[in-house]
C-alpha cells in the first residue's frame, strides 16, 4: 500500500500478493453447458497491452480524481518498478517516414532548402533513388507547377536542411506529398537507399533527423489530449510530465526493427512516425501546453542497471497492469471517471469466429490461462477454440487482434453474467392521469424516461436547465446531484439541518453549496477528502446508487439486507452493497443484464428514471403523500 503517497510494489512482494490474493495460473473455464450462443457477448478492461504506464490511470492519480494525487515521479515508479531516474541529454534521432518507403523526397521553404555538400539553395528540391544506388537531385521554384532543372546525379545519402532557420514552426521543412499536401519537419531530412539486413539495395528510405525533444513536441499531444494540463487547477500536467519521460525512454531504448539505418547519420537510435512506433506528424501536431512537458521533464528517462529501459505505455490498463519488464501492479487511477476505456462490450457472431478459423461449428469456447491480475482472472494468456472441424488454441493477443477487441483483457459469454433486474413501476408515487406533462419540448415522446422526467418535475424534485430544456443527455455533477437528493428528502417529509456547518473549502458560492453541506451533517455526501467535495465533477452511477440508499434511509425506507449480487462489473466498488439494495428494489437496473458501468458518468434522463422509481418505494414503505 502507499507510504506517505509513494507506491512501494516491488516485483516480489507484488508477485507474493498476487500469489496470496488470487494463486497459480490455471485454467478459468472448461467446456460450457450450453451451445455457444449465435452471438458472442465481449466484455473487456483497458485499452492496449497495459505494459507500463496507463494514460488514464496517470491523469487519475494526477489529478487525485482517482487515487493520489501524485507527482509525475511517483506516478512513473509506481508504473515502472524496479526503475530509477536517468539523464540522456537531447540527442538526435533518425525517424524512419514509412509513408516514404519506395518514393522520392521533395521538399519546399520558401527561405530556401540546403543540399548537404553542395553550394547554394533552391526553393524547391527534389531527389530520387537511381537503380544504379545513386541519386538524381532536381531543382525548382515549387513543388507543385513549376519545372524541375535537368537533374544532376550524386552520391548517398542525400541531406537536405532548412538554411539558416529561425526555430519558428512555420520555418521548417516542407515535404511535399503527392496529392499537393505538406508537412512541416523540424532538422534534416534524407533520402537513402537502404534495406533492414545492413545491405544497400534499391529501396529509398526518408529519415527525419530531428533532436529527441522536438520529436516529442510532436509525439505528446498525439498521445495524450492537451487540455489534461488545465485540468483541477494544473494537477493534470503531472500526467503528461508522467507521459512525456515514458514517450522519451520508450524511443531512446531503440528499436531494433529499423538495424542500422541511423548509422553514419549521426543519430543514436531509429524509430518511426506510425502507431508501430509512436505517432509522430511534424510541427503541425506540435502545442504548446505539452511542449512545457516536454521542457521540464528535458533528457529525464527511466533506467536499470544504467541502461535506458523501454517504457512502455498504453491508454488504460483497465485496473492492473500486465508485468513484463516490469511488475504487475493495480491501478487504481484507472477508474477516474473520465475514462471511457475502463470496461467496454461489444458482439461477436460465432459464425465469424467458425469462418475465421475454419472451425466447422463451434462447440465451446474455453479459457485456458489468464495472467491472474484484476477480475475474472486478468488477462487471457491462452484459450482454445473447439469447432466440429477442427479445434485451435491460440493467444488473446492474437484473438484480440483478429477481432479488433481494445485489450486481451476480455470474457466471452453467450448469455447475461447475471439475469436481467426488474425495473420497479411507479404508480403508487406517479398514478397514470394524475401527472401532468413537463414543459421540457427538448425530451422526445420516444426518450424512455420521459414519463420518469415528468413524474420527478410533478413531484418538483428535479429540475431543467431552463424553463423549457431539461438537458436529457447531460451528465449530472456531484453538487447538482446533491441538490436533487436534499430535495427528494424534504418533498417526502424529511427534513434537512437548518444551519450545518460549512463541510467543503471548494465550494464556496456554489448553488448548492446549502445542500451539500445539508447532507453532509446528515453523511449522506462524501468529499473526496475531508476539505474537497469537487462539486463540478461529474458524478458516477456507483455513487448515485449509495447518494440515494442513505437518503432514503434517512427518510426511513428499509433497504434489503442481503441483496443477491446484481451486476458483474461492479466487484470491488466500495459501493457494491448499495447497487446490490437498489438493483433488489428495481430501482437500478443497468445498462444491460448484467451489467452496471457503475463508474460511467450519470445521464440527467437516467437520474429522472431513478428518483422516480425511489420516490415509488418511498411512498410504499412510508405512506408519503403526493403532490
Known amino acids: 500500500m502507499p507510504i506517505l503517497g509513494r507506491p512501494v510494489y516491488g516485483r516480489f512482494a507484488t508477485a507474493l500478493l498476487v500469489a496470496l490474493l488470487v494463486g497459480a495460473l490455471v485454467p478459468t473455464s472448461a467446456h460450457a453447458e450450453d451451445p455457444v450462443a449465435e452471438v458472442i457477448n465481449v466484455t473487456g478492461r483497458g485499452w492496449g497491452h497495459g505494459r507500463g504506464l496507463g494514460q488514464w490511470g496517470a491523469f487519475g492519480y494526477a489529478t487525485g480524481r482517482s487515487g493520489g494525487p501524485w507527482s509525475y515521479r511517483t506516478i512513473l515508479d509506481h508504473f515502472y518498478g524496479d526503475t530509477e531516474v536517468g539523464a540522456i541529454g537531447d540527442p538526435l534521432v533518425a525517424v524512419n517516414l514509412l509513408a516514404q518507403r519506395g518514393a522520392s523526397l521533395s521538399v519546399e521553404r520558401a527561405a530556401g532548402v540546403s543540399v548537404a555538400g553542395l553550394p547554394g539553395t533552391s526553393t524547391a528540391v527534389r531527389v530520387t533513388l537511381r537503380s544504379d544506388g545513386r541519386f538524381d537531385l532536381e531543382r525548382s521554384s515549387a513543388c507543385v507547377g513549376a519545372p524541375w ?46 534495406s533492414f539486413d545492413g545491405g544497400d539495395v534499391g529501396l529509398a528510405q526518408t529519415v527525419n533527423l530531428v533532436r529527441l525533444d522536438d520529436l516529442l513536441r510532436s509525439v505528446l499531444p498525439g498521445e495524450v489530449p492537451p487540455a489534461w494540463v488545465t485540468v483541477d487547477d494544473g494537477r493534470g500536467m503531472q500526467a503528461v510530465l508522467a507521459q512525456a519521460v515514458a514517450a522519451r525512454g520508450f524511443t531512446a531504448a531503440g528499436d531494433g526493427r529499423w538495424l542500422d539505418l541511423h548509422s553514419g547519420l549521426g543519430a543514436q537510435f531509429t524509430t518511426c512516425d506510425s502507431s508501430a512506433c509512436q505517432a509522430y506528424a511534424g510541427v503541425s501536431a506540435e502545442n504548446p501546453l505539452t511542449d512545457e512537458a516536454v521542457t521540464r521533464t528535458s533528457g529525464e528517462v527511466r533506467m536499470r542497471d544504467g541502461a535506458v529501459i523501454r517504457t512502455e505505455f ?69 484459450m482454445r477454440l473447439v469447432g466440429t472441424a477442427r479445434s485451435i488454441e491460440l493467444t488473446g493477443t492474437r484473438f484480440r487482434a483478429d477481432f479488433a477487441l481494445r485489450s486481451d483483457w476480455f470474457t466471452l459469454k453467450g448469455t447475461p453474467p447475471r439475469p436481467p433486474v426488474d425495473p420497479r413501476p411507479v404508480d403508487d408515487s406517479c398514478p397514470v392521469g394524475s401527472v401532468p406533462a413537463s414543459p421540457y419540448t427538448d425530451v422526445a415522446v420516444s426518450n424512455q424516461h420521459r414519463f420518469s422526467i415528468d413524474c420527478v418535475a410533478w413531484w418538483e424534485v428535479m429540475r431543467g436547465t431552463s424553463p423549457s430544456t431539461f438537458a436529457p443527455t447531460l451528465s449530472i455533477t456531484r453538487a447538482q446531484m446533491a441538490a436533487v437528493v436534499a430535495r427528494l428528502i424534504t418533498a417526502t417529509g424529511g427534513e434537512l439541518p437548518a444551519d450545518p456547518p460549512d463541510a467543503f473549502a471548494d465550494d464556496d458560492g456554489n448553488a448548492h453549496e446549502g445542500a451539500i453541506n445539508a447532507l453532509a451533517a446528515l453523511g449522506i455526501v462524501l468529499g473526496v477528502s475531508d476539505e474537497r467535495f469537487v462539486p463540478g465533477r461529474p458524478v458516477e452511477r456507483a455513487q448515485v446508487a449509495a447518494l440515494l440508499t442513505r437518503a432514503v434511509n434517512e427518510i426511513g425506507v428499509v433497504m434489503p439486507s442481503d441483496p443477491p449480487d446484481a451486476f458483474a462489473d461492479d466487484a470491488g466498488s466500495i459501493h457494491e452493497s448499495a447497487i446490490n439494495a437498489l438493483a433488489a428494489e428495481g430501482i437500478l437496473t443497468g445498462v444491460s443484464a448484467g451489467y452496471l458501468q457503475p463508474h460511467s458518468a450519470a445521464r440527467r434522463d437516467q437520474i429522472a428514471t431513478l428518483l422516480a422509481r425511489s420516490l415509488d418505494l418511498i411512498v410504499e414503505q412510508t405512506g408519503s403523500s403526493l403532490p
Open 149 to 194: 532543372a535537368e537533374p544532376t546525379m550524386v552520391e548517398g545519402p542525400v541531406r537536405l536542411q532548412a538554411a539558416g532557420a529561425s526555430g519558428a514552426a512555420s520555418d521548417t521543412l516542407r515535404l511535399c506529398r503527392p496529392d499537393g499536401s505538406q508537412v512541416g519537419y523540424r532538422g534534416e531530412l534524407v533520402l537513402l537507399g537502404r
Open 314 to 382: 498504453s491508454a488504460s490498463s483497465g485496473g492492473w497492469t500486465a508485468g513484463g519488464a516490469f511488475p504487475a501492479v493495480p491501478d487504481q487511477g484507472d477508474a477516474v471517471l473520465d475514462n471511457p476505456y475502463r470496461v467496454w462490450g461489444t458482439q461477436i457472431r460465432r459464425a465469424d469466429i467458425e469462418d475465421r478459423y475454419a472451425l466447422g461449428s463451434l462447440q465451446a469456447i474455453e479459457i485456458l490461462e489468464r495472467n491472474g491480475f484484476g477480475s475474472d482472472g486478468g488477462r487471457v494468456l491462452q
